[in-house]
């Protein structure tokens, strides 16, 4: 297994050689959310040096049916051959282009409590493209320090870093009590989209502003109902 893929440079140089992959209209929401699926295990398929896949293959990966991923890709041109199926590094660079891991978006985190530290220090925005360039809070026992690298502002810089700087990206993780004020400065200051762990939802805020909800607590309420009718099960079968 290769741990030491530069995965950027298998997008890049399938991007060289072929056109933009040209989404359908109206691709529905519940394609795009599996677009992040797909990235993830054809990643790790370009780790264990797999290049050629079929649908009946990554459906057995997937726990998605193959014909579903048919329909899935081909919302964005279909990406395969008849009798070849998926070229793994083709379609991962692909996917990533959909997804915008090669369009260099750049993020700020408002907000640097303990989640918002994890999330400075997580890998996860670099292995998606998203440079991570800097942090706002207003306490000042955190001004000018560095959590994983990045630095920390005061929040009342927060309007003359995005004069100076290009922000795509708003990574929320301050009280809920705040998001809409906070959302309000991104609109004004031009910030693209907003990646909402406040717990208060924004997604009828505006226009101008690209919001994703995060709620932990729901996914873990989630695998509680699943233990639950688990539970009633076993108990209903003794």
Partial sequence: MNNDIDFSKVISEVAADTSPAMPKPNVSQAV????????????????TGKMRISSEELSRLMNVTASQIRQDFNCFGGFGQQGYGYNVKYLYAKISEILGVNSNFRAVIVGAGNLGRALARNPMFTKRGVSVIAMFDVDPAVYDSTIGGIHVYPMSEFDRFCRENVVDIAVLTLPKENAVDIAEKLVENGVGGAWNFTGRELESFS????????????????LCYELNMKREKENGDA
């Avoid at 226009?207 to 989630?222: A, C, F, P, Q, W």
Wanted: no cysteine.
């Fill in 207 to 222: 226009d101008r502003l690209k919001i994703e909800n995060v709620h932990l607590g729901d996914s873990l309420m989630t």
């Fill in 32 to 47: 795009i959310k599996r677009l992040p699926r797909y990235f993830r295990y054809l990643r790790e398929l370009i780790r």
